[in-house]
């Protein structure tokens, strides 16, 4: 059984930190992908990045590009999501995404919210 925890989520000020968390557990190094998404209120869950097993890249989508970095923990099992300069439009649940034959799989979600 595939399982994703986030974590690390709180409330913070424009141009301020936060490092996400999904510690994962349930699978073999057979992953197609392993994604971040997020979710603002009244709006459909959009891509944050990603770091495909396919081509070896990191992509980011261009709204976060330069400030958000993801990296991996292996001996953890935990991925991480580094963002820095957040802007109000930064707000929303942030979600785990595994991508596993195919198949996508998520966690429960973290809340981040950026207001001054």
């Known amino acids: 059984q595939v399982h994703l925890v986030e974590s690390g989520g709180g409330l913070v000020q424009p141009g301020g930190s936060l490092r996400l968390s999904c510690e994962a557990s349930?699978?073999?190094?057979?992953?197609?992908?392993i994604a971040w998404f997020r979710q603002a209120p009244g709006k459909e869950r959009e891509g944050v990045s990603c770091?495909?097993?396919?081509?070896?890249?990191?992509y980011y989508a261009d709204s976060v590009k330069g400030r958000f970095t993801t990296s991996r923990d292996n001996a953890k099992n935990t991925v991480y999501l580094e963002m820095n300069n957040l802007k109000t439009d930064d707000t929303g649940v942030y979600y785990c995404?595994?991508?596993?034959?195919?198949?996508?799989?998520w966690g429960q979600g973290t809340q981040v919210t950026v207001s001054a």
């Open positions: 995404n595994l991508v596993l034959n195919g198949d996508r799989n």
């Open positions: 349930g699978f073999d190094l057979d992953y197609d992908a």
């Open positions: 770091l495909s097993s396919s081509d070896g890249n990191t």
